[in-house]
């Protein structure tokens, strides 16, 4: 009741304490019996009583609505207020932690105000060292943390930020890390929601393959071909419990089709069908619902219309849309290109507000405007964001980086700057030969793309380069140096332009062989085509009748290896 009155108003708390009077008056006892005489008798000798009350409500109500409409009308004050819990939001505040060693000014709440979804704290990227970074962020007094709350409002000309319960804070510098939107499967039935996980926390796989090894989960199925499709089933294959089967369902020829070049594609498609991880390529799941006795049911067009049977659907979707809502509220510039909101290169969308992360539409140089979406990108932008908001000036050129993890298959990608398959590629790939000058591998493809790099090439420039299996610190940066040099190859020949790729490598990959491909729209040469055994046969991007013996061996056929 003091609640109620609590959060109302002058006049609104007035009436209800009067109401509150007037019911008391009519209140009937069960011991006492009235005669028409007497009424109200016992109202009347206790109506200094009952006068107390109304007051004592109405004062209560008067008091803590005062109370809570001056909170209400209070401005918070702090220097630094950065909106998101992800890691672009973690880096940030660790970064200005870490730096901001100035004394607090008189009139502010705070250094730092960091507003944010508890959630995005079991994210994917979240470590270890991002919990103790946390833990001292914490530590420090000026420091406050509101997880739980959410801003539903930037006003960028006032410098305020308004959360959801109506807290306004006001801010010198704001950084703005909102992270992107998570895609829902399409045509799942409300039967079937409880079946179905968007994957992007780690207690998500856990949780599944707590399920597994418990025998409640005999099948499991993941939608998405992408680099975090192919690390989820691959995860669940090798901790889910012996009998899970694990099948992987997209629409593409292959997996991570939109990174690795047609080849390679098809190789490490064949490595998953070879662990025992059902491939449904060209694939796509159009209804997902339970039948009578509760079991689930999938709808899956492809060359025909079948179902399929499962405990469980995962689906790891590896492109999300930015959420841009408080930028578009705010008026600030969007790119209709990519969804994110437009920054200049010190990722300013507007005089001390500042954007990064997933959400953020970053220029460059080298590859134009570019959204980027994942983990180094996000910890890089956060960390910029931070010295700038103290009084720096850097700006954005990273080359951005990512990896990608196929434990399973002994596998590690690192995919440096722009790394897409329809652009022309040039891979250098290590072969161990025997005594006989051949290929261990002759019969075997297993091996043959185990080390190498592939090459991006766009108007005769190298803007992406892909490292398997060569891991090293220094192999990322040396990448680096060579996508951001931009030497232009446009007037060598393919052969000069192999020649070039092999000789920055040379001290990495012992005698490599050359595999390449031209970009997407133009005939592969013949030279290629011809000695490609699965070029004809195009069983290696067959779905659903291959074996694993057929997607192993390749007897008595020419390797389409070609020497430089």
Not at 434 to 457: A, I, M, W
Request: hydrophobic share 35%.
């Amino acid at each position: 009741m003091t609640l109620f009155f609590g959060r109302s108003l002058f006049t609104k708390t007035r009436v209800k304490a009067l109401i509150f009077s007037k019911a008391a008056s009519n209140l009937k006892l069960p011991h006492f019996h009235y005669n028409d005489n007497q009424k109200f008798s016992f109202f009347r000798k206790n109506k200094g009583f009952f006068l107390l009350v109304g007051v004592c409500s109405l004062a209560t109500g008067i008091g803590l609505s005062a109370v809570i409409l001056a909170r209400e009308e209070k401005e918070l004050r702090y220097k630094h207020v950065v909106i998101g819990a992800g890691v672009a939001a973690r880096a940030c505040v660790r970064e200005l932690n870490a730096l901001d060693d100035q004394e607090l000014p008189e009139g502010y709440d705070g250094k730092v105000l960091m507003v944010g979804d508890n959630s995005r704290m079991n994210t994917i990227g979240y470590t270890d060292q991002d919990r103790e970074d946390y833990s001292k962020f914490l530590e420090e007094p000026s420091n406050t943390v509101l997880m739980g709350h959410y801003a539903t409002k930037l006003d960028v000309q006032k410098k305020t930020v308004q959360l959801h319960e109506g807290t306004v804070v006001s801010f010198d510098k704001c950084f703005v890390a909102t992270g992107g939107v998570y895609p829902s499967l399409k045509n799942v039935q409300p039967s079937a929601e409880s079946h179905v996980t968007t994957f992007h926390r780690k207690c998500d796989l856990e949780h599944i393959i707590d399920k597994s090894q418990n025998g409640e989960f005999q099948h499991v199925v993941v939608v998405g071909g992408g680099s975090l499709g192919t690390e989820v089933a691959l995860e669940l294959k090798r901790r889910g419990s012996p009998d899970l089967k694990v099948s992987q369902i997209y629409a593409e020829p292959g997996v991570i089709h939109r990174n690795l070049p047609d080849y390679f594609r098809a190789y490490c498609t064949a490595l998953l069908r070879s662990k025992g991880i059902d491939q449904r390529n060209f694939s796509l799941v159009t209804n997902v619902e339970t039948d009578s006795k509760g079991k689930l049911q999938l709808t899956i067009d492809s060359w025909d219309q079948y179902t399929m049977e499962a405990d469980h659907v995962i689906f790891a979707p590896t492109h999300i849309d930015a959420r841009n809502e408080l930028a578009v509220e705010a008026g600030l510039e969007i790119d209709q290109n990519n969804s994110g909101v437009v920054v200049n290169k010190e990722l300013l969308a507007f005089s001390d507000v500042y954007f990064g992360g997933d959400v953020a539409s970053c220029p460059s140089s080298i590859f134009g405007r570019i959204r980027v979406q994942n983990y180094n990108h996000a910890r890089a932008t956060g960390t910029l964001a931070a010295r700038n908001m103290l009084g720096g000036r850097e700006v954005y050129n990273d080359i951005p980086t990512s990896e990608v993890f196929l434990t399973e298959i002994n596998m590690k990608h690192n995919l440096v700057g722009i790394v897409d398959a329809k652009l022309e590629t040039v891979g250098l790939w290590e072969v161990n030969k025997n005594k006989k000058g051949k290929t261990e591998d002759q019969h075997f493809f297993t091996s043959r793309y185990n080390k190498g790099v592939v090459f991006y090439l766009s108007e005769g420039k190298i803007v992406g380069m892909l490292l398997t299996n060569l891991n090293e610190s220094s192999h990322v940066e040396k990448a680096r140096n060579i996508i951001s040099g931009q030497v232009d190859y446009s007037d060598l020949t393919r052969q000069e332009i192999e020649l070039e790729c092999k000789e920055k490598f040379k001290a990495e990959l012992n005698q490599p062989l050359v595999r390449s491909t031209f970009s997407k729209g133009n005939r592969e040469s013949k030279r290629e085509t011809s000695h490609n055994p699965y070029k004809n046969r195009r069983h290696a991007e067959k779905p659903l009748t291959r074996r694993p013996s057929d997607t192993i061996r390749d007897s008595n056929t020419n390797l389409y290896w070609r020497s430089s």
